[in-house]
């Protein structure tokens, strides 16, 4: 083969890869661009669709793909309608993290119904025979499904842009992105609109999937897998920007062909480093028009702090306790044989101080950081690597985690606080995979397989305890080296909570939750608010660094999914469901997280079902997370009928918050 045959097929693959990413960014980008939601389970309809080809496919035979095409779209349509009404619906006007959280629990939930429905193990989804035949152009044989997959795809974009800009209800669905409200005074039902809107897009998503389901195979990962670069192109096109979707998409698929093929260093390097680029110099994307896209909502982050029925002494009173509590279960662990309590006591206690981490920033200074595994990933290399190379010491590889990690915070930081709102969030990602990819790249960190037989020792200059051979009996009781790691990471949680407190207490913090309230009140008072920002994504990225380097030092080894975008998620997740803007309820959070999944995991398989339904019934109608709970409760019409006004006025003296005061944090 030539050279320009070869180069000829690079760039038919690498157009074949963009059409189906000029699908499924399409939908991604109608939705965000008309509704400002930020879809992460746009993936999984995404996967929904090349399952619902699958299963329509098979019993029909050769007929069946044709059949799926078209009918399988329409019930990803129908689905994202339904999702739509349900449940999106009812966070419009509210800060867009609480799409971003709805969403993420909506993946758990239709992925988990995918895997109970087909499996886990990935399918073949046979091409149609007519198209299963190579056809000679340019000197070369090429596939004519590949071809089908250019001309339908854009046939599709061509549809989809005579829709949205020469039809009344594109029209519609334009003028009510920029005012919902002056439609809605027409006399038109621009909520109708909004829920064909988000089905159109999830329809969008389904044809994507069918598409490359046919061209792979189908498999229940496939929708996480595409997901991160969908974004990466609606971020590069423009957010909410359809031709920016169709520009990118095709542009994402050339760069990632080309560099697989001849550049393989920089494959799943380079389309995030352009991302990163792109929200540095110029955050509207290529053909964005507003800096303030994703910023129309009218609602802020609803903090769970003022939500409480406790005052601050019984807080501290309970938090005593449950100290202690937690200082005897090693001791009632050995006595009862039941020791895997405390090693899941100690995945919640680092899960818990992430949460802490992240709450500084996200609760405090308002920023919603979509990368912060970034930090946790990279803590636990860099705590696994002084491990293996420098010293043993536990302390002095958190030392190094926590150095390293803040570093690479003020970096990061300082490139992405000059953006705001979701183009913060995007660039944080950003980086976050930028970092992921990187690890596989590279031979002392492992690769693929990570950093494995890590010990640690808890000491220095040979002074100290070595977990491996320490052992000490107290009568029935034998305290062995994991008694000593359990306790020096409840020594260093409780010790991070007490100093994440005391800088919320100190003005650093005032200053903080006034940034967070009113960016422009704080600037025009006089402080520097990019500086402010800096110093707590400094000091919550090298909290989160704590984290990770305590997980690798206590377990002995790091993998490339510690940096996983997933693990964002789940923090966020824990972060809200106890109550952001407290420091302890996203702890509790974590402890309610990571219990939940541990319990229900050892029951019943579809335990993310679960999780993932309470978590958007929480977002929906609990939003400032577990530690309001009681207030929701005292304050629903149905309790107050019961009890009358006696038991609320009760609550109100027990939490020290007056009515009026109780109305300005609602």
């Known amino acids: ?48 669709g090349a399952y619902f080809a699958f299963a329509i496919a098979g019993p029909l035979g050769g007929a069946g793909f044709w059949v799926a095409l078209v ?12 999702i739509e009404r349900l449940t999106v619906k009812r966070l419009y006007g509210r800060d867009p993290l609480y799409h971003i959280l709805l969403t993420f629990g909506l993946v758990l939930i239709i992925n988990d ?61 334009r003028a009510g992105s920029e005012d919902r409200e002056m439609v809605r ?11 064909l809107t988000f089905g159109f897009g999830a329809a969008l998503a389904g044809v994507a999937g069918i598409v490359l389901g046919a061209y792979q195979n189908v498999s229940p990962t496939m929708g996480s897998s595409v997901i991160i670069p969908a974004f990466v192109i609606v971020v590069l096109g423009g957010l909410g920007s359809f031709r920016g979707a169709v520009v990118g998409g095709l542009f994402v698929g050339l760069v990632q062909t080309f560099a697989r093929t001849y550049a393989p260093f920089l494959e799943g390097l380079i389309v995030f480093l352009l991302m990163i680029a792109v929200l540095v110099v110029k955050p509207t994307g290529l053909f964005g028009t507003s800096v303030g896209a994703g910023d129309h909502h009218d609602g802020a982050l609803l903090h769970g702090s003022g939500g409480g029925v406790l005052s601050a002494e019984t807080r501290a009173k309970l938090g005593y306790a449950g100290v202690g509590a937690l200082l005897v279960v090693p001791l009632l662990a050995e006595v009862t044989g039941v020791t895997y309590s405390v090693t899941l006591l100690e995945d919640i206690l680092i899960w818990a101080l992430f949460a802490l981490s992240l709450d500084l920033v996200l609760g405090y200074a308002g920023l919603v950081s979509l990368g912060h595994t970034l930090f946790y990933g990279v803590g636990a290399y860099a705590s696994v690597l002084t491990l293996m190379h420098v010293s043993p010491s536990v302390f002095v590889a958190l030392v190094v985690a926590v150095a390293v990690c803040a570093a690479i915070a ?30 596989f790249k590279f031979d002392f960190t492992g690769g693929s397989d990570g950093l494995f037989g890590v010990d640690a020792f808890y000491g220095l200059a040979g002074l100290g305890i070595d977990p491996g051979e320490f052992a000490v009996s107290l009568g029935p009781v034998v305290l062995d080296g994991g008694v000593v790691q359990y306790y020096f990471l409840l020594a260093v949680v ?66 490339p999914s510690f940096l996983h975008w997933i693990n964002s998620g789940e923090v966020i997740v824990m972060t809200v469901l106890g109550g952001m803007g407290t420091l302890y309820g996203p702890m509790l959070g974590a402890g309610v997280f990571v219990a939940a999944e541990d319990v229900l995991s050892s029951y019943i398989d579809q335990w993310q079902l679960v999780i993932g339904v309470l978590f958007v019934l929480f977002v929906i109608f609990v939003p400032r997370g577990l530690v309001s709970l009681p207030r929701t409760v005292a304050d629903h019409p149905l309790f107050e009928s019961a009890v009358g006004d006696r038991f609320r006025d009760r609550v109100g003296e027990q939490a020290g918050v007056t009515d009026p005061e109780v109305d300005r944090h609602e």
Do not use: C
């Not at 009918?71 to 339904?82: D, I, N, Q």
């Not at 960016?519 to 919550?540: L, N, Q």
């Not at 704590?546 to 997980?551: K, M, N, P």
């Open 1 to 48: 083969m030539s050279v320009a045959s070869a180069v000829a097929e690079q760039v038919l693959n690498g157009l074949v890869v963009g059409m189906v990413y000029v699908l499924l960014a399409a939908g991604l980008s109608i939705i965000f661009g008309v509704m400002d939601v930020i879809n992460f389970a746009h993936g999984e309809l995404f996967a929904l």
């Open 71 to 82: 009918v399988a779209p329409l019930l990803v349509g129908v689905v994202g309608m339904g």
């Open 113 to 173: 119904l995918i895997t109970s429905v087909w499996g886990k193990s990935a399918q073949p989804f046979p091409v149609p025979s007519v198209l299963d035949q190579p056809v000679a152009l340019f000197g070369f044989n090429y596939s004519l499904y590949n071809y089908g997959i250019i001309v339908f795809g854009s046939a599709l974009a061509l549809g989809t842009w005579l829709l949205l800009n020469r039809t009344r209800f594109g029209m519609i669905i």
């Open 185 to 195: 005074t027409l006399g038109i039902d621009i909520d109708r609109y909004y829920t």
């Open 410 to 439: 003020w970096g990061v930081g300082y490139l992405s606080i000059r953006v705001s709102g979701v183009f913060f969030a995007m660039i944080t990602l950003g980086f976050a995979e930028l970092f992921y990819n990187a690890v």
């Open 494 to 559: 409780v010790g991070s909570y007490l100093l994440a407190r005391r800088l919320i207490r100190a003005p650093f913090g005032s200053v903080l939750q006034s940034i967070r309230e009113s960016e422009e009140r704080a600037s025009f008072i006089g402080y520097d608010v990019t500086a402010y920002k800096r110093r707590a994504f400094v000091v919550s990225g090298g909290l989160a660094g704590l984290a990770g380097g305590l997980f690798a030092a206590n377990n002995g080894y790091v993998a």
